[in-house]
């Protein structure tokens, strides 16, 4: 019958629309002395819970005292996928929580030994029975401190694999990209051996050290098991050396101890103390010191953060563009922080929901510093560049200068598998010149030269100014045949264009001495041999090119 099948389906509609059960919450009283795990698994307690009107969402610890929750569903699990209760980016949380069908105490948190390992760590997971009944409460308590509240959702067993497997993609590509980040810093900062690199690259190793144990994931690691046994002093360890380096690139990026060298040294010092805090993470204290450790480090963190802040500030009012890639790259980190501090104080809420912002910020922290490094690396070895090219330039004409063209001719002479060729030129007359017209014409007459010698020299030939009006071109590859006609050319070229030279009848000629070596053993007195050459072309009445032989 038509009607029956339509109203199974109608049935099965409406089961789905009703989706999971709701959850119900009470909380335990704050004025009240918290119930011990006997009176709860005897459900003894159960009358001092009071009711909320909304489900929590969120299972925050108090600073004092252990702070219990009853949740329990609002009709029974029908859901084939048996229910999962997820108490999401747990941090540095322990819960303690007593579930059905048992009530076993059980002690709960990212470091514990006996984790499951077949979930990450992004959340604690109660594992509840399949016939879960409104009558099977559930007792989740968060031990007392100073820490974020978890987020707590009803899910089922299917939903949470496939979200657990798309957190462990997505984290551990953070990761792989984080760490990416510093192998290319550390191994740029060795290789060039720059400090600020190499704390740079140190800071973001703490940071991805720091990122990993506060979500837990670095606990599954193969050293997790150490890890966890370590508390919560690697945490702090990892913070205060991020800290630390993160001031110290800071100080040597930023260029403070040439501009701002009072909160240059004023950095150093705080970043010192953050040391001094990675060390005594580590040495035993008294109880009172241990819970004094993280109240300094919050003092010294606002410091360093104020502190940076203000040489910032200074520095892009100074327009330093390094300045401005810091900010960029620091202002999410910061913000966090600062959120960070209002939620532990429960004047906002930002963690539980968003669990993964600060791995990104920390991404984005990482990538953005490195480039502005890269960009002022690139400057520097620009400037370098100039640097190295001006010092072997001769400033007037823009040719290799004495130094810098003989050691063009030794590298040619070295790999001379094919020969290699001088010519030793110099401008005839050229005292004359100066006497008559003046330095700048004889300026212009040496500007004019070198044009016409490089037009005519072919593309791996180098010219350099020897001294005065002596220049030496260095042909490599060339034999004596080839370095004849492109001297020929060069004469005849000066000699036409060099007939008016800044509006004044000059007549310029150019005398050229030829030397050739047909190996590298032969090349020794190539400069003398071609300058011999020269003096001959001067001697026969200048303005011509001899070629040196042997004997010359």
């Known amino acids: 019958m038509p009607w029956v099948g339509a109203l199974l389906c109608v049935f099965v509609l409406a089961a789905r629309a009703q989706g999971l059960p709701a959850l119900e919450t009470a909380i335990w009283p704050g004025d009240r002395e918290p119930p011990t795990p006997a009176e709860l698994a005897s459900r003894a307690a159960d009358p001092g819970f009071v009711e909320q009107d909304a489900p929590a969402r969120y299972l925050g610890p108090d600073r004092q005292r252990m702070q219990w929750w009853r949740v329990r569903i609002d009709r029974p699990w029908d859901n084939p ?192 103390c953050f040391l001094v805090l990675a060390v005594l993470a580590w040495v035993p204290l008294s109880p009172f010191a241990g819970k004094a450790l993280p109240a300094f480090g919050s003092v010294l963190l606002a410091l360093g953060t104020l502190l940076l802040l203000v040489t910032l500030v200074l520095r892009v009012r100074q327009r330093n563009l390094e300045a401005w890639f810091f900010l960029v790259a620091w202002l999410p980190l910061l913000v966090l922080d600062g959120l960070r501090e209002l939620e532990l104080l429960r004047l906002t809420s930002l963690y539980p929901d968003n669990e993964y912002v600060p791995l990104y910020a920390s991404a984005w922290a990482s990538l953005m510093l490195a480039v502005g490094v890269a960009k002022r690396m690139h400057a520097v070895l620009d400037e370098r560049d100039v640097a190295v090219v001006a010092a072997e330039l001769d400033p007037l004409t823009g040719v290799f200068n004495h130094r810098a063209i003989l050691e063009r001719l030794q590298r040619a002479a070295a790999g001379a ?111 003398d041999r071609a300058d011999q050459a020269m003096y001959q072309a001067k001697g026969e009445g200048r303005n011509r090119v001899r070629v040196a032989t042997a004997g010359t």
């Not at 069908?101 to 514990?112: G, K, N």
């Not at 014409?441 to 500007?447: I, K, N, Q």
């Not at 100014?465 to 034999?479: D, M, S």
């Not at 060069?490 to 190996?519: F, M, P, Y």
Request: proline fraction near 4%; aromatic fraction near 8%; include cysteine.
């Open 417 to 527: 598998a094919n020969g290699v060729s001088v010519l030793y030129l110099d401008l005839d007359h050229f005292k004359l010149v100066n006497d008559r017209f003046g330095h700048a014409v004889g300026d212009a007459c040496l500007t004019v030269a070198v044009g016409v010698i490089r037009s005519e020299l072919r593309a791996g030939d180098s010219l350099g100014r020897l001294g005065g009006e002596e220049f030496l071109a260095v042909l490599p590859g060339a034999n004596q045949e080839q370095a004849l006609r492109i001297g020929e050319r060069i004469r005849a070229e000066v000699e036409r264009v060099g007939e008016t030279v800044a509006d004044h009848d000059i007549r310029l000629t150019i005398s050229i001495g030829l030397a050739s070596a047909e190996s590298a053993a032969a090349c020794g007195d190539l400069v």
């Open 81 to 272: 996928s048996h229910p999962i209760l997820a108490l999401y980016a747990p941090y540095t949380n322990t819960v303690q929580v007593l579930m059905p069908p048992d009530y076993r105490l059980r002690r709960m948190s990212l470091r514990s030994s006996d984790f499951d390992r077949t979930h990450s760590r992004h959340a604690l997971v109660l594992e509840l029975p399949d016939a879960w009944e409104p009558s099977q409460p559930v007792y989740i308590g968060v031990e007392p401190g100073q820490r974020l509240p978890m987020r707590m959702e009803l899910v089922t067993n299917g939903e949470f694999e496939a979200a657990d497997i798309r957190h462990l993609q997505w984290v551990w590509s953070l990761f792989a990209g984080i760490a990416m980040v510093m192998v290319v810093v550390a191994v740029f900062g060795v290789v060039m051996r720059a400090r600020e690199l190499l704390y740079l690259a140190a800071s973001i190793a703490a940071m991805l050290l720091f990122q990993g144990l506060v979500l837990g994931e670095f606990y599954s690691l193969p050293v997790g098991q150490w890890l966890a046994t370590t508390d919560y002093r690697i945490i702090w360890f990892a913070r205060s050396l991020q800290e630390a380096f993160l001031l110290l690139f800071a100080v040597e990026f930023l260029g403070t101890r040439r501009h701002l060298p009072n909160l240059g040294r004023a950095l150093q010092v705080i970043a010192a």
